[in-house]
């Protein structure tokens, strides 16, 4: 029964969602509506279910010493300190259990929640995504390689693109007259992403579409059930 | 000839460093360079400038911190064309950090236009979960969905809220987007099922797979990608900011990147070829 009920469920939920797409009336249009409620709702539980989770993974890895389990220390206290200062002092726009005193104000300029956001979490974040620019750069000058007519199709496309995609590009062919300029930097860029680009990429979604569809009823039909969880 | 075989084993903390001055510099003596607004830009642009005072634009803020650098000056840019041209904008997230983007974004620009009052003309309705269902859900039922602003604050006590119901008083959906819940699901929804215009900006490695949806049936109607795309709508707008400072940096960093692909590649012929003569001598 524990899994017949959530496959039900699932079937049940699943059909009426396709159907009511189709017959928008009473009583489909409604009860959809209500599904989609419902799951606002869910979801919002999901956040806090995925925080306790992220609480528990933690502890458990730094309980059995994993390999690097000081930075598990870290994650926590960071983490623990940015809920402690949401719940006690607040954020910009929600009031907290305590109130902020005028003096915290002036030294931190805003509330503590706001400003570890604004002058930690951002720039950590910030910096940890600027450093795909250098990983992405040693990447392609050994993997960007005239090995083959493919490969160096790839080699080509990119480097036109990088340069057309950034105001060098400009720079570089802005004097060719009006009536070329199918042949300056920034157009050649345009082409490749407009036509090549956009037809591979209409391939791939198609195919996945096709695939969100099959898995879809795969899992409406009860075929599908590894997120019940288990073998 | 040794020296084409060390074309092939440059130290990656060589191109680090490089690539690290190249982008320092650029941002310390402001090294700028020409540049041309594209027709994706321009669209967006313009969609924004057709409208007329006073209608009502939702602009949802669908990233984080980490793509802050690229997106945010868009959202800036953004929001200057709005409140130069009288539009009121009503912003959501479907990511959790987006209500910060979002007011950060509002802080700087409510500084050069005090006439703009929160509630009167902007509004921040906050972060919702559920991405595509919280976008389908708006469209039934927005007063539901989002019964409060970010700060808890009853919708009906905002005059910009006034008669919305759904997605019927909105002029145009703006996404600004670093992946998924994102731009995707707006135009599947706002576009393909109520037949809203919807644009967008997102990072420049989401660009190309968001750009099939620029096509005839105008399914997205511009797309500003990543930090050009940023650039070219702050030079539309005519004020230039963060973007427009960081297209120095990024130009020269991919000329160094195009700098290290020609020598790995003439390193890689070079040796090729000898490697092809050695053998061909070979009994």
């Not at chain 1, 017949?4 to 699932?10: A, D």
């Not at chain 1, 049940?12 to 189709?22: A, P």
């Not at chain 2, 930090?227 to 230039?240: D, I, N």
């Amino acid at each position: 029964m524990r899994r017949q009920i959530p496959m039900i469920i699932t079937f049940l939920v699943g059909t009426l969602i396709i159907v009511s797409e189709f017959i928008p009336h009473k009583p489909f249009g409604n009860l959809s509506t209500t599904l989609e409620g419902w799951f606002l709702i869910i979801s919002g539980f999901a956040i806090i279910l995925g925080q306790l989770s992220l609480f528990k993974v933690n502890i458990i890895k730094i309980h059995r010493r994993t390999p690097n389990w000081q930075y598990y220390i870290i994650a926590l206290v960071s983490f623990s300190i940015m809920v402690l200062c949401g719940i006690l002092w607040g954020t910009q726009q929600q009031p907290g259990l305590l109130t902020v005193r005028e003096g915290m104000l002036n030294f931190f300029g805003y509330k503590p929640f706001d400003y570890i956001f604004k002058y930690f979490f951002e720039n950590l974040s910030a910096t940890m995504f600027s450093l795909l620019a250098f990983f992405m750069a040693s990447a392609s000058y050994r993997a960007f390689r005239a090995r083959s007519p493919e490969s160096t199709l790839l080699l080509i496309a990119a480097v036109l693109v990088m340069l057309g995609r950034t105001t060098i590009g400009s720079t570089l062919t802005g004097w060719i007259p009006n009536s070329l300029n199918f042949l300056q930097l920034p157009k050649i860029a345009s082409f490749i992403m407009k036509y090549p680009n956009t037809a591979g990429q209409r391939a791939i979604m198609i195919c996945a579409g096709l695939g969100v569809i099959g898995s879809s009823l795969r899992i409406i039909l009860g075929i599908e059930r590894s997120y019940l969880g288990g073998k | 000839m040794k020296i084409f075989e060390r074309f092939l084993t440059i130290d990656r903390r060589i191109i680090f460093l490089l690539i690290f001055i190249g982008v320092a510099l650029p941002l310390i003596f402001m090294i700028t360079f020409n540049l041309e607004v594209t027709e994706n830009v321009q669209s967006v642009y313009e969609l924004l400038q057709e409208m007329e005072p006073g209608t009502r634009i939702l602009i949802s803020f669908d990233y984080d911190p980490s793509t802050k650098p690229e997106i945010q000056p868009m959202a800036i840019a953004l929001l200057q064309q709005a409140f130069t041209n009288r539009l009121r904008v009503i912003t959501t997230a479907l990511w959790p950090m987006g209500v910060q983007m979002c007011n950060e974004a509002y802080e700087t620009v409510s500084a050069e236009y005090p006439d703009i009052e929160y509630g009167i003309d902007f509004i921040n309705l906050g972060y919702k979960s559920g991405g595509m269902v919280t976008i389908n859900h708006m469209a039934k039922d927005f007063r539901s969905t989002f019964p409060a602003d970010a700060g808890g604050v009853p919708i009906d006590d905002f005059p910009i809220m006034k008669g919305i119901k759904n997605f019927d008083k909105i002029g145009c959906m703006i996404s600004l987007s670093a992946g998924d819940p994102g731009l995707k699901q707006w135009v599947m929804i706002v576009h393909d099922t109520f037949n809203k215009p919807v644009a967008g900006g997102t990072t420049a490695v989401q660009a190309p797979t968001m750009l099939p949806y620029v096509n005839e049936q105008r399914q997205l109607i511009g797309l500003l990608g990543g930090l050009k795309g940023a650039a070219e709508f702050e030079l539309l707008v005519k004020k230039p900011g963060f973007a427009t400072k960081g297209m120095g940096a990024q130009s020269i960093a991919h000329l160094i990147i195009i700098l290290f692909i020609v020598i790995g590649n003439i390193g890689y012929f070079v040796t090729r070829k000898q490697q092809d003569t050695i053998k061909s001598k070979k009994p």
